[in-house]
């Protein structure tokens, strides 16, 4: 059954990364997971990163490891406003589970508290994150 399609960007700091209609997107925000399909009520989020999917049709999914950034729908349109986005064909392994080992490393010199412990977090969050969905291709 197909539904109805709504235009759906995705955008980081070095341009657009998809621009297009969907039937659906599924992705997570700071109080949890959320599909969007068209008419859907305006929402404005904070992504968490995560495993995004944007569903072209009923047999067409793309899969994206994305991370954390905002999310407004509103007049039948998506933005994903994201800081990092990348298809899990482009992911490596081997980086992601060092820059996870990185970001574990400077969260256990952070400070409690602090700007540093904050932004370690941050990458720890996004590299496990990443890591998933690059293991979860390989699957």
């Keep these: 059954m197909a539904h109805t399609k709504f235009q759906v960007e995705i955008l980081t700091p070095e341009g657009e990364v998809f ?8 992705t997570r925000t700071t109080v949890g ?12 989020g904070m992504l968490e990163p995560t495993e ?11 899969r994206f490891a994305q991370s954390e950034g905002y999310m407004q729908v509103g007049g039948n349109h998506a933005m994903l406003l994201v800081q990092d986005i990348q298809r899990p064909e482009d992911l490596d ?4 589970r060092e820059r996870l080992s ?16 904050r ?10 994150a990443f890591l998933r969905v690059a293991e979860g291709s390989r699957a």
Aim: proline share 2%; hydrophobic share 40%; no cysteine.
């Design 19 to 26: 621009n297009d209609e969907v039937e659906m997107i599924s």
């Design 33 to 44: 997971e959320i599909g969007v399909l068209a008419n859907h009520a305006p929402v404005l």
């Design 52 to 62: 995004l999917r944007v569903y072209l049709s009923e047999g067409e999914v793309l």
């Design 93 to 96: 392994v081997n980086v992601l």
């Design 102 to 117: 990185e970001a574990e490393r400077e969260l256990e010199q952070a400070g409690e508290d602090s700007e540093r412990r």
């Design 119 to 128: 932004v370690a977090l941050r990458e720890q969050r996004r590299w496990q």
